[in-house]
């Protein structure tokens, strides 16, 4: 087989330079950083956010431990994690009698409630670590309210509104977990 010399008349020249991006490599470069630096920063601190009910409803039961509270028994459900606290009783249409919520932190601090998403009238109780009522404030349904403690607080119990009081429950008052 014989082969054609190459004819240089039918080559067609073609710029074999890349396409310069140097105007924006400096502005590409940024980008990718700050892109990269906010998913970064959203991926350490996502586990620092309560995470966000999937649905608009109630928290399934907690489990319970039995209170004593100047001779009154009551039954009260313990939500000791951030999101067992955030969700608390928000979407529940009632509560028994002698039932609440005990909410349980790591050290005394200053406690703020909300009444996000509560159905029913509550009463809630701070309370020290040595488990000694400091204040109890009533709070009734709606948004854009907050409950702070006065003194900080290890606990905070929440009743069904007028609990205390009729109860005969006061500041001051200790409490003995059972």
């Not at 039954?75 to 955030?86: D, I």
């Not at 608390?88 to 998403?117: A, H, I, K, Q, W």
């Amino acid at each position: 087989m014989r082969k054609t010399p190459l004819r240089h008349d039918h080559i067609i020249a073609v710029d074999s330079a890349r396409p310069s991006f140097r105007s924006s490599n400096g502005v590409w470069r940024f980008t990718s950083l700050l892109v990269a630096l906010v998913a970064t920063l959203c991926l350490m601190f996502a586990s620092h956010l309560p995470a966000r009910a999937a649905t608009d409803s109630a928290q399934p039961p907690l489990p319970t431990v039995s209170l004593l509270i100047d001779g009154k028994a009551l039954e009260a459900e313990v939500a000791s994690t951030s999101q067992q606290r955030y969700m608390g009783l928000s979407f529940r249409r009632s509560m028994g009698e002698n039932e609440g919520m005990l909410f349980v932190y790591d050290g005394e601090r200053p406690l703020t409630f909300t009444m996000r998403n509560t159905l029913i009238p509550l009463s809630i109780a701070f309370i020290s670590e040595d488990m000694v009522i400091n204040e109890i404030h009533d709070m009734n349904v709606g948004p854009n309210q907050l409950f702070d403690s006065r003194a900080p607080a290890k606990f905070a119990l929440e009743v069904n509104q007028g609990w205390f009081e009729d109860n005969g429950i006061e500041a001051g008052a200790q409490i003995v977990m059972q």
